[in-house]
C-alpha cells in the first residue's frame, strides 16, 4: 500500500470509528431521529471518502501492474474495477 494513502486511511478509519460511536450513543439516548439520521449520513460521506482512497491505492498499485501483465491479469482488473462501481454484471 502506498504509505500517504495508508496514513490517510488509517485516519479516516479512526473517524469512522468516533463517529460509529457516536450514533450509537445518540440511539441509546433516543436522541432526535433526524439528528441521529444527520450522523448517519456523514458516516456515509466518511466511508465514500475511505473507498475513494482505497480504490486510488488499487488502481496506483495493483491495477497498474496487472494492465502492464495484458491477458487474464488484465481481464481480472477490468472485473474489479466494475465490481468497484458496481457495474458488474453479477
Do not use: P
Request: charged content about 35%; some cysteine.
Amino acid at each position: 500500500m502506498i504509505e500517504d494513502i495508508k496514513k490517510r486511511a488509517l485516519h479516516r478509519t479512526a473517524i469512522l470509528e468516533g463517529q460509529l460511536r457516536g450514533v450509537t450513543r445518540m440511539i441509546e439516548n433516543e436522541d432526535y431521529c433526524m439528528d441521529i439520521i444527520t450522523q448517519s449520513r456523514a458516516i456515509q460521506k466518511s466511508l465514500e471518502s475511505l473507498n475513494r482512497l482505497l480504490l486510488e491505492n488499487h488502481l496506483r498499485t495493483h491495477v497498474t501492474h496487472m494492465f502492464e501483465e495484458g491477458g487474464e491479469e488484465r481481464e481480472q482488473a477490468v472485473g474489479e474495477l466494475l465490481k468497484a462501481f458496481d457495474f458488474d454484471a453479477k
